[in-house]
Nanobody, 126 residues
Framework: QVQLVESGGGLVQAGGSLRLSCAASARTFSTYYMGWFRQAPGKEREFVAAISRSGVSTAYADSVKGRFTISRDNAKNTVSLQMNSLKPDDTAVYYC???????????????????WGQGTQVTVSS
């Protein structure tokens, strides 16, 4: 079992930056692969970024590639999402997710995540 708590959301103008953080309660955090997903109003939740257990490998949705960076600190049980050059289309509730079951190094499928945070709102104004 792991509990996830996101922070760092807020209101920002287009072109600005935000850094989201996710704190995990897991005693063996380094065994969990991690991901960020988002859900905009009226839309389904979608993949944003994922990181391997070691932090060496990452994956990004095409829509955020080159603007967002995912990272993790296994000593502090945290995963972060640095978001630069934000656009109004990035407005959504952002969720941190974790699991251990997949054998893949980097996991992008929502169904492969069992543990989810409560979400943090990101609003980008034009």
């Amino acid at each position: 079992q792991v509990q996830l708590v996101e922070s760092g959301g807020g209101l920002v103008q287009a072109g600005g930056s935000l850094r989201l953080s996710c704190a995990a309660s897991a005693r063996t955090f380094s065994t969990y692969y991690m991901g960020w997903f988002r859900q905009a109003p009226g839309k389904e939740r979608e993949f944003v970024a994922a990181i391997s257990r070691s932090g060496v490998s990452t994956a990004y949705a095409d829509s955020v590639k080159g603007r967002f960076t995912i990272s993790r600190d296994n000593a502090k049980n945290t995963v972060s999402l640095q978001m630069n050059s934000l656009k109004p289309d990035d407005t959504a509730v952002y969720y941190c997710a974790a699991d251990v079951t997949s054998r893949r190094t980097v996991v992008t499928a929502e169904d492969d995540y069992s543990y989810w945070g409560q979400g943090t709102q990101v609003t980008v104004s034009s």
